[in-house]
């Protein structure tokens, strides 16, 4: 059948062309599902709310049966008590569609520390990042280069954008409130929208990365405490929310620890349609810290799209005498044990 290998090939590459137009036309953020192990990405608030210097890295592989995202992040982040101050770096790269469509962000953060009464406290956080985004447009084959017999041709009637590469600055700010109990974020990404289009279809395409508007919040619920007082196992109930233009989630679930393994489970839902069970589980010994997740997708894409795969890397310096006594007379950060 001389049509066969195009109707196959037509499966492969039309979606290819459907995730390039939608990350550039609705240049929609990447958002990890194990968001706490990559808190800068998520608020430039928790820029040094580790209390103590903390690195690592993560990576994400969505809907790899349709080749679709890999995004990867590295970051460090630490806390200037004495400024009362964090200060962080985030690295972050993102390919889509098998290389069509790349783009890397470096990001500064910075994030000063309010105490609001001995067990409440604020911190203020801003972001500046260098992005930029790379359109592999000759890896593109679109239908009027598919024949029905002689296969694909190397010639299109489709136009090659004069740019094929866009750098920009991106600002971003943020809240976040802590206690005890609880805590609770709000952030705003791409302050100054910048452009990162390839094509101007119209005025509403071409004002650049829409505003992001992200709420998150949880509290952590003590259940056994170890012999040293720190917590032993630990419930954290928590939700994220986003929205970015006419995209919206909401992630719910809970995050628990019990000695050196840690694991949780979310439920996402886009408003439009359930999307995705995400299931994690890790563990922790000393410094070193490594988790593993899996989104099992429950929209129309399951069992096509192979859902996604995350794994984190993390390792938080807390050790020393000197961070475990400051952590012990300020008993602010215990909120945030899914973060650490």
Known sequence: MPGFPVRCMMKKILPLCFL???????????????????????NPAFAGAASAPRFGGIYRNQWPGLNAYQTYGFFYEQDVTRLNSGFGLFLEGDNAGDGILKSSRLAGTYAYNLRLSQKLRVRFGVEAAWRQTALDWDKLVFPDQLNPTAGPINTSLEQRPEQTTRSALDLSSGLLLTSDQFWLGFSLKHLNTPNQNFLIVNDNLSRGLPLLYALQGGMELNVKKSNKGTPGAFVSPNFLFISQGPYQQINLGAYAGVGAVFGGAWFRHTFGNADAAILSLGFRQGIFKIGLSHDVTLSELAGRSGGAYELSIGFLL???????????????????GMFQ
């Open 318 to 336: 807390d050790q020393s005498e000197t961070i475990k006594n400051k952590k012990n007379r300020s008993q602010i950060n215990n909120c945030l």
């Open 20 to 42: 390039l137009w939608s990350a550039v036309l609705a240049a929609q953020d990447p958002v990890y599902s194990q968001f706490y192990a990559a808190p800068l990405q998520l």
